[in-house]
């Protein structure tokens, strides 16, 4: 089962990297924003987020019991 922010980043990323491939459009010059959509992209993918890390942001609804 996949949550909503999994869901959220598989969007994001695909809206972006079709942004920068200019089919049936004329070239914006925005074509460096489609490598930043791989970024979401794969950390939906690959179920791991190092800026979440880093920043000690944590989207798990399971909280841990201390």
Do not use: N, Q
């Amino acid at each position: 089962m996949t949550d909503a922010g999994t869901v959220d980043r598989i969007v994001a990323g695909l809206l972006l990297i079709a942004f920068a491939i200019p089919i049936g459009f004329s070239a914006t010059g925005w074509k460096w924003i489609g490598r930043i959509g791989i970024a979401p992209l794969l950390t939906a993918l690959i179920g791991y987020c190092p800026a979440c890390t880093l920043f000690g942001v944590s989207t798990c609804p399971i909280r841990e019991r201390t």
